[in-house]
C-alpha cells in the first residue's frame, strides 16, 4: 500500500464495509480490519431490515460484489489493531492475525466438517445451537472459507478435517501474524454488541430458560437460523404463539447504559411482524415500553402494529418476571401506567430489547478518543482520525451507511491536506 495515500477502516460491518468501498472506488487504497472470520458484522444476523422488511444480504451482498474486482482494498480477517503510532498523513498501525488454520485452497465443501468430532458454542446464532469446530460462520459468510476452532479441540481431533479435505486447505500448523501498514487516515467502525441479559436482575439474569434477546429473536426468526426460521421455545422447541416484548433492557438506566438505544421500539416492532407473518390466526404479541421512540418515516411502521389487534402495548416499568417450571411459561409484572396499578401477563416467551453497548477496540488498538459510554466522539477526535456509525452513537441501519459514506469523504480530506 502506498505511504500516506491509504486509510486504514477498522471494522467489516456495514459501515466499515461502506466506507471501505465508497474510499476505494474513487481511486484510494483501504485495509479493512475485521476480529471475526467474516465481513458484514450485526447486519449480517439480521433477519429483515425495517422498515422494507427485506433480508439484509440485499445490502450486504451488492456491497461484497463491490469489494471483490476492487484492488485497492485490502481486507484482513480474524484480525485486530494492536498498536497506532505517529501522525496524520503517516501513521503506522500494527495488526495481529488470528490463525484460521484454513487456507486459500478451501472451496467451502464442508467435508471438514462433516469429519469433525468436535462441537463449539454458535456464536453467530447467539448461543443458541452448535456447530463442529471446524465451521462456516452462515451460509452467506464473506469470504466463503471455513475456520478451525482450536480451542474445543482435543488431542490430534483435527487430524480428521485434514484428512476428509482433499484440496489440502487445513494447515493445522498455522500461527498469528503480526503485520505493519503505514496510512494516511484512520477509521473506526467497530460497532457494537448487546447488553449483557446476566446483569438485568428484575429481568431474570438471562437464567429464565424462555427469557432471550432481541438479536436472538433475529436468529430465531431468520431462515438460516438454529430452527430454519421457526419461532420456536429454546426450552422445549414449542411454537411460541404468544410473546412478550420488553422495551429499554439495559438502556436509559443509570445502573446499565445510561444512553437511548435508539432502534429498541422499532427492532420490537419488526419481531412482532415476525410473529404475525408466522402464526397469522392465533398469535399474539405484546410490547412494555416507557416510551415509543419511533421518529420520522418510522412512524407509519408503528401505525401498522397499533392497527393489530393482536399486538397490544403497554407503557409501564417491569417489575418482576417469574418462570413457571412445569410449563416453562413466563409471567410478567408491569406496572400499567395508563391502565392502573399492575398488569400481569404469561406468555411463552419473553424477548428482552437489550440495549446497545459499544464494541471497543482491544487494549492499545484504539487511538479514538471516547466519551463515557465508550463511544468515540464523533467532532472531538485527534486529526487523521473519525468513526463511523454506531462506533459513534446508536443508530439504524440506513443512517450508519449514510454517516459511514461521509466518514469516507472525511477520511480521504484528511489524506489530501496531509
Not at 469433525?116 to 448461543?127: D, I, K, L, Q, T
Not at 445451537?129 to 452462515?138: E, F, G, P, Q, V
Not at 498469528?176 to 494516511?184: A, E
Not at 467502525?189 to 447488553?195: L, V
Request: charged share 20%; glycine share 10%; proline share 5%.
Amino acid at each position: 500500500m502506498a505511504e500516506n495515500k491509504s486509510i486504514l477502516v477498522v471494522g467489516g460491518g456495514i459501515s466499515g464495509i461502506s466506507v471501505a468501498v465508497e474510499a476505494a472506488e474513487v481511486g484510494y487504497e483501504v485495509c479493512l480490519v475485521e476480529r471475526n472470520p467474516y465481513l458484514g458484522g450485526r447486519v449480517a444476523q439480521l433477519n429483515k431490515y425495517f422498515p422494507k422488511m427485506c433480508p439484509p444480504y440485499c445490502g450486504l451482498e451488492i456491497n461484497f460484489r463491490r469489494i471483490r474486482p476492487n484492488t485497492n482494498i485490502k481486507f484482513m480477517t480474524m484480525s485486530e489493531v494492536v498498536k497506532v503510532e505517529g501522525g496524520p498523513g503517516n501513521f503506522t498501525v500494527t495488526i495481529k492475525t488470528m490463525p484460521r488454520y484454513v487456507n486459500e485452497n478451501c472451496t467451502a465443501c464442508n467435508k471438514c466438517a462433516e469429519a469433525c468430532p468436535a462441537e463449539r458454542v454458535n456464536s453467530f446464532n447467539y448461543g443458541l445451537d452448535k456447530t463442529k469446530a471446524a465451521y462456516l460462520a452462515h451460509p452467506m459468510a464473506f469470504p466463503a472459507k471455513y475456520v478451525i476452532d482450536k480451542s474445543v479441540c482435543t488431542g490430534n481431533c483435527g487430524q480428521a478435517c485434514k484428512e476428509a479435505c482433499k484440496y489440502d486447505a487445513v494447515e493445522l500448523d498455522m500461527q498469528p501474524q503480526t503485520t505493519q501498514v503505514k496510512v494516511g487516515s484512520i477509521v473506526y467502525a467497530t460497532g457494537w454488541k448487546p447488553y449483557d441479559m446476566g446483569r438485568l436482575d428484575i429481568l431474570g439474569k438471562g437464567q429464565i430458560k424462555n427469557v432471550i434477546s432481541n438479536v436472538m429473536m433475529e436468529r430465531l426468526a431468520s431462515p438460516s437460523g438454529p430452527t430454519g426460521g421457526k419461532i420456536l421455545r429454546p426450552s422445549d422447541g414449542k411454537e411460541a404463539k404468544n410473546i412478550a416484548f420488553v422495551q429499554c433492557a439495559g438502556s436509559r438506566d443509570e445502573n446499565h447504559l445510561s444512553q437511548c438505544s435508539s432502534i429498541c421500539c422499532m427492532a420490537s416492532i419488526k419481531q412482532a411482524f415476525y410473529l404475525r407473518e408466522q402464526y397469522p390466526d392465533d398469535s399474539k404479541a405484546e410490547v412494555f415500553y416507557i416510551d415509543l421512540r419511533t421518529p420520522g418515516r418510522y412512524e407509519k411502521f408503528l401505525n401498522k402494529a397499533q392497527a393489530d389487534p393482536n399486538i397490544t402495548f403497554t407503557k409501564g416499568k417491569v417489575a418482576k418476571v417469574m418462570e413457571d417450571a412445569a410449563t416453562g411459561d413466563v409471567t410478567v409484572e408491569i406496572e400499567d401506567v395508563f391502565g392502573g396499578g399492575k398488569k400481569r401477563s404469561t406468555v411463552d416467551m419473553l424477548v428482552l430489547a437489550t440495549g446497545m453497548e459499544p464494541e471497543l477496540p482491544s487494549a492499545g488498538g484504539s487511538a479514538a478518543t471516547l466519551d463515557e459510554q465508550g463511544f468515540a466522539v464523533g467532532d472531538l477526535q485527534k486529526p487523521g482520525i473519525y468513526s463511523a456509525g454506531v462506533a459513534k452513537r446508536p443508530v439504524d441501519v440506513v443512517s450508519s451507511i449514510q454517516d459511514a459514506t461521509g466518514t469516507a469523504l472525511k477520511a480521504i480530506q484528511s489524506i489530501v491536506r496531509s
